[in-house]
C-alpha cells in the first residue's frame, strides 16, 4: 500500500525556519509532480509548491523567495524548506503526488503535518 509520510511540522517564532519531509513508501513504478498543500481550520486547502519530475518548481505567491521546494528521486521524498515564517504561514501541511502504479496514474496525500508560527 502506498503511503506518504510527512515529518519535521512544529512551533516556531516568527522569522524562524522549519523544514518539512515526505517520504513515499510502497510499491511503486514512478513519480510525477510533488507538491505541498496547506490548510487552515475552516479554510480551504490551498497549494503552496510543486515540482515536477525535471524539477521545474512553482510556488505560491505569498512564499516565493522564502519557501524551497526540493525532491530526491532516490529517496522518494520531496521537501519543504520553510524560512521567514510569520504567523499567517501557521497551518497543516500536506504532502501531495502523483504516483505510477503499474500503467494508472494516481494522487495520493499524506496525513498532515502541523506548523505553527508564533508572534
Known amino acids: 500500500q502506498v503511503q506518504l509520510v510527512e515529518s519535521g511540522g512544529g512551533w516556531v517564532q516568527a522569522g524562524g525556519s522549519l523544514r518539512l519531509s515526505c517520504v513515499v513508501s510502497?510499491?511503486?513504478?514512478?513519480?510525477?509532480?510533488m507538491a505541498w498543500y496547506r490548510q487552515v481550520s475552516g479554510k480551504q486547502r490551498e497549494l503552496v509548491a510543486t515540482?515536477?519530475?525535471?524539477?521545474?518548481?512553482n510556488y505560491q505567491d505569498s512564499v516565493k523567495g522564502r519557501f524551497t521546494i526540493s525532491r530526491d528521486n532516490a529517496k522518494r521524498a520531496v521537501y519543504l524548506q520553510m524560512n521567514s515564517l510569520s504567523p499567517e504561514d501557521t497551518a497543516v501541511y500536506y504532502c501531495?503526488?502523483?504516483?505510477?502504479?503499474?500503467?494508472?496514474?494516481?494522487?495520493?496525500w499524506g496525513q498532515g503535518t502541523q506548523v505553527t508560527v508564533s508572534s
Open positions: 501531495n503526488a502523483d504516483i505510477w502504479i503499474r500503467l494508472r496514474l494516481n494522487n495520493y
Open positions: 510502497g510499491s511503486i513504478n514512478g513519480i510525477n509532480t
Open positions: 515540482i515536477n519530475s525535471i524539477l521545474t518548481t
